[in-house]
C-alpha cells in the first residue's frame, strides 16, 4: 500500500515523502547511490524518517560523515549518539580490547568492565542516583523505568508532555506525544496523562503576550496530578530536544508537586545527557535531582548500543522480579566502549566546549535573527541548538517549506542536520567540534538563510 504523505506529522523530522526530498536526490544522487537506495527500499519495511532514505554513507569519522560519491558532511544530527564524534580511536581501541579478552558475558555472571562502568555513571550521575540497570536500547530503559515506577509507587498513571519523544515501542509511544508514532496505531497504554510542554514560544497560555511566563503550566500539570490522584510518575525530557528551553523555575516548581502528590520524576536524558547542555546532565540547569535517569544514545560512544536506568539507592526493592534481563544487558563490550566515553567526556573538557562554543553559537544566532524576518525564534543550551523559520513572526505560521529549502541547500553545502516539529533547524553538533568548524556551519546556515528569503545582504 502506497504511503499518503498528507497524513505525514512533521514533528520528529524531516520526512521522506516530502517533494524536496526527490528534488534533491534528482540532482545529487548518482547511478551508484540510486542503486544502493533501490536495493535498501526492496528489503526494509518502509516508514517515515528512515525508509526510503535520503542518501547512503560510506564512512563517519569525527564531525563528519562522507557519502558514497565522496562528498563530506558537517553532521550535526547524528541520532543523538555523537557526543564524542563518529569513531572516536579511544572507543574504537577499547572495543577492540574487550572483543579480543572477552566479546560476550552469559546471563547470570558479572564481568570487571561492566562493574567499572557502572560505578564510573554512578559516580557521574547527580544527586543519590547510584542504582544501575543496563539495556540494548533507550526505548527499552525507558520500559525499565515504567516497571520500577510501578513496583515503587504502587501505581501505575504517567503524566508525560504531547509533542515529546521517549521512543519507538508500544510503552514509549504511549509515553510520547507525536503524532507520528501514536495516530492510527489502536489503543496504547492505559493511564499515560499527557499536559503541555513548557514551549514558551508557542505556550498554549500565550504568556508571550502576558510580560512573561507565570508557570500556568507547570499549575496545570500540578491540577492533573491533584485531579488523577494515583499518578506514579512524572516522564520528561528536562529540555525538549527541539529544543524548548523550560523557565528555571518550571522544574522546581515540577518537583515540589511530584513531592506533594507521592509521585516520581523521571528524566529522560537520551539525547540530552553526556554534556551536550555545556552540564554534564540537563537536569542540572533547573537545580533539580529526579528520582530516575534514562540514559542511551552516545552512551556506547557513537559506536555500539547501550543504554542505561539510573536510580535513587532505596529503589533497589525489585529483586524478586526482572525488570530489564536483556541478552545484552551486561555487554562486555558495549561496557568498554561506554566507560571510554565517560572518560573522554572527562578528559577532553566537552562538558566545557559545549558550554563556552554552544554561548558562541547563540551569540551568532541572534545576530541572524536580528537581520532575517523568516527566523521567528533562536534557543539553545550549550550545543543543542534551534533555529524556527516563520512566515509571520505576529502569527507564528511554521515556514515548512523554507525550513526543508535551507535543509537541502545546507546539505549541498557539506552540513547536514534535521528539522523538528516542521520549521525547526535543529542543531546537535559533536561535542568534539572546534570553534573554526562550527563557525562554518554557522556560515552556510546564513548562507541558505540568504539564498532562501531572498535577501541580498551576507
Same mark, same amino acid.
Given at each position: 500500500?502506497?504511503?499518503?504523505?498528507?497524513?505525514?506529522?512533521?514533528?520528529?523530522?524531516?520526512?521522506?515523502?516530502?517533494?524536496?526530498?526527490?528534488?534533491?536526490?534528482?540532482?545529487?544522487?548518482?547511478?551508484?547511490?540510486?542503486?544502493?537506495?533501490?536495493?535498501?527500499?526492496?528489503?526494509?519495511?518502509?516508514?517515515?524518517?528512515?525508509?526510503?532514505?535520503?542518501?547512503?554513507?560510506?564512512?563517519?569519522?569525527?564531525?563528519?560523515?562522507?557519502?558514497?560519491?565522496?562528498?563530506?558532511?558537517?553532521?550535526?544530527?547524528?541520532?543523538?549518539?555523537?557526543?564524542?564524534?563518529?569513531?572516536?580511536?579511544?572507543?574504537?581501541?577499547?572495543?577492540?580490547?574487550?572483543?579480543?579478552?572477552?566479546?560476550?558475558?552469559?546471563?547470570?555472571?558479572?564481568?570487571?568492565?561492566?562493574?567499572?562502568?557502572?560505578?564510573?555513571?554512578?559516580?557521574?550521575?547527580?544527586?543519590?542516583?547510584?542504582?544501575?540497570?543496563?539495556?540494548?536500547?533507550?526505548? &527499552?530503559? @525507558? =520500559?525499565?523505568? $515504567?516497571?520500577?515506577?510501578?513496583? !515503587?509507587?504502587?501505581?501505575?498513571?504517567?503524566?508525560?508532555? %504531547? /509533542?515529546?519523544?521517549?521512543?519507538?515501542?508500544?510503552?514509549?509511544?504511549?509515553?510520547?506525544?507525536?503524532?507520528?508514532?501514536? &495516530?492510527? @496505531? =489502536?489503543?496504547? $497504554?492505559?493511564?499515560?496523562?499527557? !499536559?503541555?510542554?513548557?514551549?514558551?514560544?508557542?505556550?498554549? %497560555? /500565550?504568556?508571550?503576550?502576558?510580560?512573561?511566563?507565570?508557570?500556568?503550566?507547570?499549575?496545570?500539570?500540578?491540577?492533573?496530578?491533584?485531579?488523577? =490522584?494515583?499518578?506514579?510518575?512524572?516522564?520528561?525530557?528536562?529540555?525538549?530536544?527541539?529544543?524548548?528551553?523550560?523557565?528555571?523555575?518550571?522544574?522546581?516548581?515540577?518537583?515540589?508537586?511530584?513531592?506533594?502528590?507521592?509521585?516520581?520524576?523521571?528524566?529522560?536524558?537520551?539525547?540530552?545527557?553526556?554534556?551536550?547542555?555545556?552540564?554534564?546532565?540537563?537536569?542540572?540547569?533547573?537545580?533539580?535531582?529526579?528520582?530516575?535517569?534514562?540514559?542511551?544514545?552516545?552512551?556506547?560512544?557513537?559506536?555500539?548500543?547501550?543504554?542505561?536506568?539510573?536510580?535513587?539507592?532505596?529503589?533497589?526493592?525489585?529483586?524478586?522480579?526482572?525488570?530489564?534481563?536483556?541478552?545484552?544487558?551486561?555487554?562486555?563490550?558495549?561496557?568498554?566502549?561506554?566507560?571510554?566515553?565517560?572518560?573522554?567526556?572527562?578528559?577532553?573538557?566537552?562538558?566545557?566546549?559545549?558550554?563556552?562554543?554552544?554561548?558562541?553559537?547563540?551569540?551568532?544566532?541572534?545576530?541572524?535573527?536580528?537581520?532575517?524576518?523568516?527566523?521567528?525564534?533562536?534557543?539553545?543550551?550549550?550545543?543543542?541548538?534551534?533555529?524556527?523559520?516563520?512566515?509571520?513572526?505576529?502569527?507564528?505560521?511554521?515556514?515548512?517549506?523554507?525550513?526543508?529549502?535551507?535543509?537541502?541547500?545546507?546539505?549541498?553545502?557539506?552540513?547536514?542536520?534535521?528539522?523538528?516539529?516542521?520549521?525547526?533547524?535543529?542543531?546537535?553538533?559533536?561535542?568534539?567540534?572546534?570553534?573554526?568548524?562550527?563557525?562554518?556551519?554557522?556560515?552556510?546556515?546564513?548562507?541558505?538563510?540568504?539564498?532562501?528569503?531572498?535577501?541580498?545582504?551576507?
Amino acid at each position: 500500500m502506497a504511503a499518503d504523505s498528507s497524513h505525514v506529522d512533521r514533528s520528529e523530522g524531516d520526512v521522506n515523502l516530502s517533494p524536496r526530498r526527490q528534488q534533491w536526490q534528482d540532482a545529487q544522487l548518482d547511478a551508484a547511490t540510486r542503486k544502493l537506495l533501490a536495493d535498501d527500499a526492496k528489503w526494509f519495511l518502509e516508514q517515515s524518517l528512515s525508509t526510503p532514505c535520503l542518501n547512503a554513507l560510506s564512512g563517519a569519522r569525527g564531525i563528519y560523515i562522507e557519502d558514497l560519491q565522496g562528498r563530506r558532511y558537517m553532521d550535526f544530527h547524528g541520532n543523538s549518539v555523537h557526543q564524542v564524534g563518529f569513531g572516536h580511536p579511544r572507543v574504537i581501541e577499547a572495543i577492540k580490547q574487550q572483543l579480543d579478552a572477552m566479546p560476550f558475558c552469559t546471563r547470570r555472571y558479572a564481568n570487571q568492565v561492566a562493574v567499572d562502568f557502572a560505578a564510573k555513571l554512578a559516580t557521574a550521575s547527580p544527586g543519590n542516583l547510584n542504582k544501575i540497570l543496563l539495556a540494548p536500547g533507550g526505548t &527499552s530503559a @525507558i =520500559g525499565m523505568a $515504567l516497571k520500577l515506577a510501578r513496583i !515503587v509507587t504502587g501505581r501505575f498513571k504517567t503524566i508525560s508532555m %504531547w /509533542d515529546s519523544f521517549h521512543g519507538a515501542s508500544l510503552d514509549s509511544i504511549s509515553l510520547g506525544g507525536e503524532a507520528i508514532f501514536r &495516530s492510527r @496505531i =489502536g489503543p496504547l $497504554l492505559p493511564g499515560t496523562e499527557h !499536559v503541555p510542554p513548557a514551549d514558551s514560544y508557542r505556550c498554549l %497560555w /500565550d504568556c508571550s503576550t502576558r510580560g512573561g511566563c507565570d508557570l500556568k503550566c507547570s499549575n496545570y500539570l500540578e491540577y492533573v496530578l491533584e485531579k488523577e =490522584g494515583d499518578v506514579a510518575a512524572v516522564i520528561a525530557e528536562p529540555i525538549r530536544s527541539t529544543p524548548f528551553v523550560p523557565p528555571p523555575e518550571y522544574w522546581e516548581a515540577v518537583r515540589r508537586a511530584c513531592d506533594k502528590h507521592g509521585a516520581l520524576l523521571i528524566f529522560d536524558e537520551i539525547c540530552l545527557g553526556l554534556g551536550r547542555t555545556g552540564k554534564m546532565w540537563a537536569s542540572e540547569h533547573f537545580g533539580v535531582v529526579p528520582d530516575m535517569m534514562v540514559l542511551g544514545k552516545g552512551l556506547g560512544g557513537g559506536v555500539f548500543p547501550l543504554a542505561a536506568l539510573v536510580a535513587r539507592d532505596d529503589f533497589d526493592v525489585a529483586g524478586d522480579r526482572a525488570l530489564g534481563h536483556y541478552t545484552h544487558e551486561k555487554s562486555p563490550v558495549a561496557c568498554a566502549a561506554g566507560l571510554a566515553t565517560l572518560q573522554i567526556i572527562e578528559d577532553e573538557k566537552l562538558v566545557e566546549n559545549a558550554r563556552e562554543l554552544g554561548a558562541h553559537a547563540m551569540r551568532r544566532m541572534q545576530a541572524m535573527k536580528e537581520k532575517f524576518p523568516l527566523i521567528g525564534d533562536v534557543r539553545g543550551v550549550g550545543l543543542l541548538l534551534g533555529i524556527e523559520l516563520v512566515k509571520d513572526r505576529q502569527t507564528k505560521e511554521k515556514a515548512t517549506d523554507e525550513a526543508e529549502a535551507v535543509m537541502y541547500r545546507a546539505l549541498e553545502l557539506g552540513l547536514s542536520f534535521k528539522l523538528t516539529m516542521g520549521s525547526i533547524l535543529t542543531l546537535t553538533p559533536p561535542l568534539v567540534i572546534e570553534r573554526a568548524e562550527l563557525d562554518k556551519a554557522l556560515d552556510i546556515i546564513e548562507q541558505c538563510l540568504v539564498e532562501v528569503s531572498g535577501n541580498s545582504f551576507r
